[in-house]
Nanobody
Framework: QVQLVESGGGLVQAGGSLRLSCAAS????????MGWYLQGPGNERDLVAS???????DYGDSVKGRFTISRDNAKNTVYLEMNTVKAEDTAVYYC???????????????WGQGTQVTVSS
């Protein structure tokens, strides 16, 4: 199995900053993509940011220039630096990884339990 432990969510004032972390553990051969998605009430999950093992990043349009994704491959951990947050950033943020559990196995997707981020205006 694979476990994803998220941390760093909470309440923050508009214009402030927050840092999310997600550590993957368990039977893992390699992690290709790591990322974050958000889901507001009644909405689908939307991409916030993703990062490949080589460091290539992709961002949702609403967070470009404000959020920064990074990863520590030695720790199997992905981070999301959230700056200049807005009320519309309020959502549950889910960690997402694409993992090969064994050398011979295909990639599988895993999701964290989600961490609530609430931005007060």
């Amino acid at each position: 199995q694979v476990q994803l432990v998220e941390s760093g969510g909470g309440l923050v004032q508009a214009g402030g900053s927050l840092r999310l972390s997600c550590a993957a553990s368990g039977t893992i051969f390699s992690i290709n993509v790591m990322g974050w998605y958000l889901q507001g009430p009644g909405n689908e999950r939307d991409l916030v940011a993703s990062i490949s093992r080589s460091g290539k990043t992709d961002y949702g349009d609403s967070v470009k220039g404000r959020f920064t994704i990074s990863r520590d491959n030695a720790k199997n951990t992905v981070y999301l630096e959230m700056n200049t947050v807005k009320a519309e950033d309020t959502a549950v943020y889910y960690c997402y990884v694409k993992i090969k559990r064994f050398f011979y196995s295909p990639e599988t997707e895993w999701w964290g339990q989600g961490t609530q981020v609430t931005v007060s205006s």
